[in-house]
């Protein structure tokens, strides 16, 4: 068959495909996206973003009109790149355990469009050993498609900027898997950096596992502080004064969203739960928001209050929910028969309510996200503020 593109990203209207398909797309190769997800891909081919990514429509704009990026939900369009980039996601199971069916039913549905001239390179983070299961998988169903195993490691909205000044991580179950991905990332990235695929899928793991257990540190310090009635905020700001030794203690607040927490669970299901950091970790960050109503209950009466939630995306300045420990803190809230207010600055629903409105409104306001927008926003000293991050700068008189 002749090939019409270079490559094809599968999952290419997602958080982590757009971006990569965009980015190769402005270095000149033809590049086409694939995703089963219809209304991002009129939006994509319309040369609008599905979601906030910083850096991404002027790139999009001229790929497009430079030709050298499609999108499409037709899978026959796989087969037209010699290279395969697959970057959907991977979860956990309700017992926290990775779903490696997710993988195997998107393979099945590529086998019918693959031949052994392919390459097909996983860019999902994977429990250990999936690269080796997938080459396997392959060849039991009589294909030698290289496989490879490039895992991404961007920050979401900082994807554009991230996948052309990090070093990527390549390797293949083959060395002829391993030269393809190589020579492909090149072409973004400005270094690369040689692993076999086990020790790539560890390294991505262990990248996302550690940041949690670091925001895990802070926010059991934050609990502990607070519960001894004390300010966390002066203390910590006492001990970073001229104080070196510190300045990398991450602030407290929500740790969320789609990768950090499961990351660390296919660590945990790796070492068949004999890894206590990452259990304790998820205790301690899942187990924030019930710390935070259970101090409001010391004080208040929750069910006589309307409590405002002020962001409500898993991080600043994005607009993706995905696990969010915001909703979390809401369902709390409401278990003790509090109003429940939300507001966001980039995440839509027709429920949410303007920041001015929630603070106008609210009793209690809880800062869920440190959007940057809230840097200008003022509470009245009538209104109980919970703010972990710090982002509230100023109050207000009555």
């Given at each position: 068959?002749?090939?019409?593109?270079?490559?094809?990203?599968?999952?290419?209207?997602?958080?982590?495909?757009?971006?990569?398909?965009?980015?190769?797309?402005?270095?000149?190769?033809?590049?086409?996206?694939?995703?089963?997800?219809?209304?991002?891909?009129?939006?994509?081919?319309?040369?609008?973003?599905?979601?906030?990514?910083?850096?991404?429509?002027?790139?999009?704009?001229?790929?497009?009109?430079?030709?050298?990026?499609?999108?499409?939900?037709?899978?026959?369009?796989?087969?037209?790149?010699?290279?395969?980039?697959?970057?959907?996601?991977?979860?956990?199971?309700?017992?926290?355990?990775?779903?490696?069916?997710?993988?195997?039913?998107?393979?099945?549905?590529?086998?019918?469009?693959?031949?052994?001239?392919?390459?097909?390179?996983?860019?999902?983070?994977?429990?250990?050993?999936?690269?080796?299961?997938?080459?396997?998988?392959?060849?039991?169903?009589?294909?030698?498609?290289?496989?490879?195993?490039?895992?991404?490691?961007?920050?979401?909205?900082?994807a554009i900027t991230e996948l052309q000044t990090l070093p990527q991580i390549v390797s293949?179950?083959?060395?002829?898997?391993?030269?393809?991905?190589?020579?492909?990332?090149?072409?973004?990235?400005?270094?690369?950096?040689?692993?076999?695929?086990?020790?790539?899928?560890?390294?991505?793991?262990?990248?996302?596992?550690?940041?949690?257990?670091?925001?895990?540190?802070?926010?059991?310090?934050?609990?502990?502080?607070?519960?001894?009635?004390?300010?966390?905020?002066?203390?910590?700001?006492?001990?970073?004064?001229?104080?070196?030794?510190?300045?990398?203690?991450?602030?407290?607040?929500?740790?969320?969203?789609?990768?950090?927490?499961?990351?660390?669970?296919?660590?945990?299901?790796?070492?068949?739960?004999?890894?206590?950091?990452?259990?304790?970790?998820?205790?301690?960050?899942?187990?924030?928001?019930?710390?935070?109503?259970?101090?409001?209950?010391?004080?208040?009466?929750?069910?006589?209050?309307?409590?405002?939630?002020?962001?409500?995306?898993?991080?600043?300045?994005?607009?993706?929910?995905?696990?969010?420990?915001?909703?979390?803190?809401?369902?709390?809230?409401?278990?003790?028969?509090?109003?429940?207010?939300?507001?966001?600055?980039y995440a839509k629903d027709p429920t949410f309510i303007s920041k001015e409105a929630l603070?106008?409104?609210?009793?209690?306001?809880?800062?869920?996200?440190?959007?940057?927008?809230?840097?200008?926003?003022?509470?009245?000293?009538?209104?109980?503020?919970?703010?972990?991050?710090?982002?509230?700068?100023?109050?207000?008189?009555?």
């Amino acid at each position: 068959m002749a090939m019409s593109y270079d490559v094809c990203v599968v999952g290419g209207a997602g958080h982590i495909g757009a971006p990569l398909a965009i980015v190769l797309a402005s270095r000149g190769l033809r590049t086409l996206g694939y995703d089963i997800n219809a209304e991002a891909v009129r939006k994509l081919c319309a040369a609008e973003m599905p979601f906030l990514e910083d850096g991404a429509e002027p790139l999009l704009k001229a790929a497009l009109a430079a030709g050298t990026l499609d999108f499409s939900t037709a899978i026959e369009g796989v087969a037209k790149a010699p290279v395969i980039i697959l970057t959907i996601g991977t979860p956990i199971d309700e017992y926290h355990n990775p779903r490696l069916d997710i993988i195997d039913r998107a393979i099945d549905r590529l086998i019918p469009h693959l031949t052994n001239d392919h390459t097909l390179i996983l860019c999902s983070t994977v429990f250990p050993g999936v690269t080796e299961h997938l080459d396997r998988y392959l060849k039991a169903r009589g294909l030698t498609t290289k496989v490879a195993f490039c895992p991404e490691r961007v920050v979401q909205g900082k994807a554009i900027t991230e996948l052309q000044t990090l070093p990527q991580i390549v390797s293949g179950t083959t060395p002829a898997a391993e030269e393809t991905a190589a020579k492909l990332f090149a072409k973004i990235a400005p270094k690369i950096v040689h692993m076999k695929p086990r020790e790539a899928e560890f390294a991505k793991l262990i990248s996302n596992a550690w940041r949690y257990i670091e925001f895990a540190t802070a926010n059991q310090f934050y609990m502990m502080i607070e519960s001894a009635g004390l300010d966390y905020a002066r203390v910590i700001a006492g001990l970073r004064e001229d104080y070196p030794r510190v300045w990398n203690l991450p602030g407290p607040g929500f740790a969320a969203g789609p990768c950090l927490m499961k990351d660390t669970m296919q660590l945990v299901a790796f070492e068949n739960n004999r890894f206590p950091l990452g259990n304790l970790a998820v205790n301690l960050n899942e187990g924030l928001p019930n710390f935070i109503v259970e101090q409001l209950r010391k004080s208040t009466d929750l069910g006589r209050k309307k409590v405002g939630i002020l962001g409500m995306a898993f991080k600043a300045d994005i607009d993706d929910i995905r696990d969010a420990l915001s909703y979390k803190l809401g369902k709390i809230l409401r278990f003790h028969d509090a109003t429940v207010l939300y507001s966001d600055e980039y995440a839509k629903d027709p429920t949410f309510i303007s920041k001015e409105a929630l603070v106008e409104q609210s009793d209690i306001v809880i800062v869920g996200v440190p959007h940057r927008a809230y840097r200008q926003l003022v509470i009245p000293s009538r209104v109980q503020l919970v703010d972990l991050w710090g982002v509230i700068p100023s109050r207000k008189p009555a």
